[in-house]
Each structure stands twice: as C-alpha cells, then as structure tokens.
C-alpha cells in the first residue's frame, strides 16, 4: 500500500532534481523500495549534470535498497561511472550486467579508448565477437580510432583494413562518421592510397576527410596530390590551411609556399593560432628568413598565444638558425614560463653560434637553479658545445652523467658527437678506442665523425678504415663520405688514390651534393 501511495513522489522530475541539488540520495527505508523509473530518472540527471560523480550515491542506494537495477538502469550506471572516469566500477557494472547490449559493448570500448587503454578496448571487441552481437558503425568507429593509438603499428595497420573488409561485406551504413574514421586510420597508418579510395566514393566530402588526407600526403612528400585535394576542398577551416602550411614547412624547397599560404588564409579572414604560428615559424628557421621571422613575431604579439612556451622556444630556435643569438636571447629572457625545450633550444642556440661557455652556463643552471631535468637533446646540443670549444674534460663528465645520473640512455647521436668531440681535439686513437668499445654496432653517423677526424688532422690510415665501414653500411647514401676520403687522400698526396676513388664515384652514380641557400633582401628571397 505504501508503494503504491508514494510511487508518483518518488518518480517525478522536481524529487530527483532535488537530490542533486543537496547531492542526497535516496531515503533509506526498508519498507519501501523507489520505482526503477525514479533510479533512472535521477541517473541520467547526474549524467546530465557538471558533478556526475555524486551520482554515484544512487548506485550505493540501490545495492542497500535490494532492488535488482534492469539492463536500462545498469547502462545508466556504466555510463555514469565513465563519465567519472571510473573503468574499475564501470567495468564492475558491465560484468555483472545480465543481458550484455550491443549499446553497452560499445559505452565500455569507447570508455577503455578515452583513456588510451587500447589492449583492453581490443580484448571487449573479442569478446563482443565472440558473443555472438553483430558490431554496427559505431563499434567499427571505435575500433578504427584503436588502430591510431601508435603501440604496434604493423598489427593495427592490419586492423584497421581488416575493419575496412567487414564493413563493405555488411549493410552498415558507410556514413561520414564511419568514413571519416577510415581515412583517419589509414593516414595515421602511413597507408594513403587505402585513405584515397575511401575518400573518392564519399558522396559528400567534409573538410575533416580532406584535412587528414592532405597531411597524409604531405607527410609522404605528395606535394602535388595534397594540393590537389586543398584547392578542392570548398569549406576550408584553419586546420585545413594548417595542414599545408605545416607540410610545406618541412623541407627548404617548399618553405616559401609555407608563408604564402599563412598570408592566404589571413587575406580570406582565417585567423592564425597556436600551430599556424609554430609551422610560419619553423619555415622561417628553414630559410634562415629572421625580418620575415619578426614581422610574424610582431603578429604574435597582438595574439593570446604569445606565451605560449612553445611558440616561445620555436623564435629561439628561429633566431639562433638566422645568426641573431641576441635576439633569441631577448625571447628567452622575456618568457614568463620556460620548459625543458625551451632551455635547450636556447643552449643548441649558443652552442651552434659559437658561444660555448654561454651554452654550457646555460646548461648548468638549468639544474643547479632551476631544477629542470635535461633531456635526450638537451645532452646532445651540451656536448655538441664542447665539440666547438673543445672541452674534453667536460664532453666527458656530461657523457657520463647521462646515464649515471640521470638514467637517459645514450643514443648515436651522442656517442657521434663524442668521437666528434675527441676528434676535434685531435686525440684519434681515444677517439677509435671509443668507437671499438660501444655497445651497439656504430651507425653511420658515427663513422662520419671519425672520417672527418681523420681528414681535418691527416690520419690516412684511419680515415681509410673508417670510410670503408661507412661504405659497408651504406655504400651510395653518403656521398660526403666519398669527398672527406678523396680530400684526405689528396692531402697526403696520394693522387692515384684519388683518381681511383672518383673513378668507384662515376661507376657507382655518385656525386657530391649540390650546395644551395637562401638570400633575402628586403624581406624578398
């Protein structure tokens, strides 16, 4: 009887609204257990509501009502908790669901993806599978963006055209959502074509579908296909155009189409942010353009993006590839904020103009003042300074505290930059010793070191044996290599030698690169 009297109370919208409000759960009375419709009601409120998570108070009233939650208020609860960011609870639901929807299938990858734990993702899809429920758009969409999480490339490259297959074999609809993941999955998976052929049989093409794949094909140096699908694409966005300024910014060949397209979008009233102004200025650093670099400073200025610390390290950056160390300074000093990138951008900065103590002072504050922990470039670009300065002692000390102190394993670069740094000093038997001792095989930059050793202080013999490993690895891809030997050899007079050399350049196709560079005057190149 009592059921029955307060069922309408307990069952409207202002009762639920209300318990949000003082964040109270249901009133405990074991005479009386709430209708499902009151526990639905108020779940989805909270669901609905900016502190989901004091929803989880109904959950707890239904576990001490006794009342057994149906398939409708348990997806309520699943929803909730990942909502909350809870999986461990969210998970618990989803187990001890009776009926297993496809909807709750679904709730549960997308929950697992949200929070990059794709193994586990992948393992409900199994299980989805094996259930026997039939996977519908959404849960191919979801599978599609696991393949995009970058751990295991080959295997969810092979998924995500595995995916492909299952869905043309089924009457899913391939709507833009669907279509859209696809070609997302297959760029983030170095497969453009595939991208392509999604993309052609789309009856209306969204500019999402041709922003990802004019970065596809900018990223495989597709120059002319990315154009192509940028003039076609009607409903240009700032992505859009961020996508090609970023690709042409890469190389120096195309750096200049890079501001071209920046001074573009701002005629067509697309305003710049953060990674328009990252990729201008990475393309002035490519052209060693610094009035073209100020002038996009002065529009940076006017921007809220002006402290934004990687926009700040990247005029370091600009500045010290253009010469101006003092003006890269001046950035540095003025930054309100400094990262680990922002400190090494500023030590390669002094270390490549030829201001080695600057960089190495530099490098010591970073941890005795500041407290910051140098990372694997930071490393590079410190001992790269004692190289110029020819600081053995202290390339050492560096090189050692790597790993002894700051558990950062060496790489090629650095164990390059070592033989680079012994070599400068003209200590070449330390040099191969160093070479002979490391525990990886030399890579070819490391053979490089050594042969320029070689040839800048005379030693014939070494520089012979370290062009020879240098070809071994890559016999046509250095043709540096070939002019370092043939000059050495020529400094010692050895001029048969030379001739036979050039003569294994002509045979194999090799010449010697040829060098170019960028002039600017008047803001013109």
């Given at each position: 009887m009592k059921n029955a009297i307060f069922r309408?109370?307990?069952?409207?919208?202002?009762?639920?609204?209300?318990?949000?409000?003082?964040?109270?759960?249901?009133?405990?009375?074991?005479?009386?257990?709430?209708?499902?419709?009151?526990?639905?009601?108020?779940?989805?409120l909270y669901i609905n509501s900016e502190t989901p998570s004091h929803g989880q108070k109904i959950h707890?009233?239904?576990?001490k009502s006794g009342f057994v939650p149906n398939t409708n208020i348990s997806i309520k609860l699943l929803i909730l908790y990942l909502k909350c960011n809870c999986l461990r609870y969210a998970r618990q639901v989803f187990d001890d669901l009776r009926d297993r929807t496809l909807s709750a299938y679904n709730y549960m990858i997308s929950g697992y993806l949200k929070q990059d734990q794709v193994e586990e993702s992948l393992g409900l899809v199994h299980r989805l599978l094996v259930s026997g429920e039939k996977p519908d758009g959404f849960t191919f969409s979801m599978i599609l963006k696991a393949s995009t999480s970058g751990c295991n490339v080959a295997l969810l490259g092979d998924l995500g055209r595995m995916v492909h297959t299952q869905i043309l074999k089924s009457d899913i609809e391939r709507d833009e959502v669907l279509c859209t993941a696809l070609i997302d999955?297959?760029?983030?998976?170095?497969r453009v074509a595939y991208a392509r052929t999604v993309f052609d049989v789309m009856s209306e093409k969204n500019v999402v579908c041709s922003t990802s794949l004019i970065s596809g094909y900018m990223n495989q140096g597709?120059?002319?296909?990315?154009?192509?699908?940028?003039l076609k694409t009607m409903d240009k966005d700032v992505v859009a155009f961020n996508a090609m300024i970023e690709g042409y910014s890469k190389t120096s060949e195309y750096a200049m189409r890079s501001l071209e397209v920046y001074i573009d979008m701002q005629r067509l009233n697309f305003r710049p942010n953060v990674s328009t102004f990252a990729s201008v200025i990475g393309a002035c650093s490519m052209l060693a353009a610094f009035e073209i670099g100020q002038q996009v400073q002065s529009q940076l200025m006017k921007t809220p993006f002006y402290a934004d610390i990687k926009l700040g390290s990247a005029l370091i950056d600009m500045y010290a590839k253009c010469g101006r160390v003092v003006d890269a300074r001046r950035v540095f000093d003025c930054m309100l904020k400094k990262n680990v990138f922002s400190w090494t951008s500023m030590i390669d900065g002094y270390g490549k103009n030829g201001f080695p103590d600057e960089a190495l002072q530099l490098f010591g504050k970073i941890q005795t003042e500041y407290g910051i922990v140098p990372n694997y470039v930071t490393f590079l670009s410190a001992l790269s300074a004692c190289a110029h300065a020819g600081l053995v002692d202290k390339g050492w000390e560096i090189f050692q505290s790597m790993e002894n102190e700051y558990l950062v394993k060496p790489g090629m670069e650095h164990y390059a930059c070592m033989v680079d740094l012994l070599g400068r000093a003209g200590m070449l038997n330390q040099a191969w010793e160093f070479?002979?001792?490391?525990?990886?095989?030399?890579?070819?930059?490391?053979?490089?070191?050594l042969l320029s050793s070689c040839r800048l202080h005379g030693n014939l013999e070494m520089a012979k044996l370290a062009a020879n490993e240098l070809f071994k690895l890559n016999a046509t891809g250095r043709p540096g290599a070939y002019v370092a030997l043939s000059n050495t050899l020529a400094a010692a007079g050895k001029w048969e030698s030379v001739t036979e050399l050039r003569e294994i350049m002509k045979e194999r196709g090799i010449s010697k690169d040829t060098g170019r560079s960028w002039v600017g005057a008047d803001s013109v190149f």
């Amino acid at each position: 009887m009592k059921n029955a009297i307060f069922r309408p109370f307990f069952s409207s919208r202002g009762f639920c609204t209300s318990l949000i409000s003082h964040h109270q759960p249901f009133p405990q009375n074991h005479d009386f257990i709430p209708p499902s419709t009151s526990f639905s009601n108020a779940l989805q409120l909270y669901i609905n509501s900016e502190t989901p998570s004091h929803g989880q108070k109904i959950h707890s009233s239904i576990l001490k009502s006794g009342f057994v939650p149906n398939t409708n208020i348990s997806i309520k609860l699943l929803i909730l908790y990942l909502k909350c960011n809870c999986l461990r609870y969210a998970r618990q639901v989803f187990d001890d669901l009776r009926d297993r929807t496809l909807s709750a299938y679904n709730y549960m990858i997308s929950g697992y993806l949200k929070q990059d734990q794709v193994e586990e993702s992948l393992g409900l899809v199994h299980r989805l599978l094996v259930s026997g429920e039939k996977p519908d758009g959404f849960t191919f969409s979801m599978i599609l963006k696991a393949s995009t999480s970058g751990c295991n490339v080959a295997l969810l490259g092979d998924l995500g055209r595995m995916v492909h297959t299952q869905i043309l074999k089924s009457d899913i609809e391939r709507d833009e959502v669907l279509c859209t993941a696809l070609i997302d999955s297959y760029v983030k998976n170095g497969r453009v074509a595939y991208a392509r052929t999604v993309f052609d049989v789309m009856s209306e093409k969204n500019v999402v579908c041709s922003t990802s794949l004019i970065s596809g094909y900018m990223n495989q140096g597709s120059i002319e296909d990315a154009e192509c699908i940028f003039l076609k694409t009607m409903d240009k966005d700032v992505v859009a155009f961020n996508a090609m300024i970023e690709g042409y910014s890469k190389t120096s060949e195309y750096a200049m189409r890079s501001l071209e397209v920046y001074i573009d979008m701002q005629r067509l009233n697309f305003r710049p942010n953060v990674s328009t102004f990252a990729s201008v200025i990475g393309a002035c650093s490519m052209l060693a353009a610094f009035e073209i670099g100020q002038q996009v400073q002065s529009q940076l200025m006017k921007t809220p993006f002006y402290a934004d610390i990687k926009l700040g390290s990247a005029l370091i950056d600009m500045y010290a590839k253009c010469g101006r160390v003092v003006d890269a300074r001046r950035v540095f000093d003025c930054m309100l904020k400094k990262n680990v990138f922002s400190w090494t951008s500023m030590i390669d900065g002094y270390g490549k103009n030829g201001f080695p103590d600057e960089a190495l002072q530099l490098f010591g504050k970073i941890q005795t003042e500041y407290g910051i922990v140098p990372n694997y470039v930071t490393f590079l670009s410190a001992l790269s300074a004692c190289a110029h300065a020819g600081l053995v002692d202290k390339g050492w000390e560096i090189f050692q505290s790597m790993e002894n102190e700051y558990l950062v394993k060496p790489g090629m670069e650095h164990y390059a930059c070592m033989v680079d740094l012994l070599g400068r000093a003209g200590m070449l038997n330390q040099a191969w010793e160093f070479v002979m001792r490391m525990p990886e095989r030399p890579n070819l930059d490391v053979w490089a070191a050594l042969l320029s050793s070689c040839r800048l202080h005379g030693n014939l013999e070494m520089a012979k044996l370290a062009a020879n490993e240098l070809f071994k690895l890559n016999a046509t891809g250095r043709p540096g290599a070939y002019v370092a030997l043939s000059n050495t050899l020529a400094a010692a007079g050895k001029w048969e030698s030379v001739t036979e050399l050039r003569e294994i350049m002509k045979e194999r196709g090799i010449s010697k690169d040829t060098g170019r560079s960028w002039v600017g005057a008047d803001s013109v190149f």
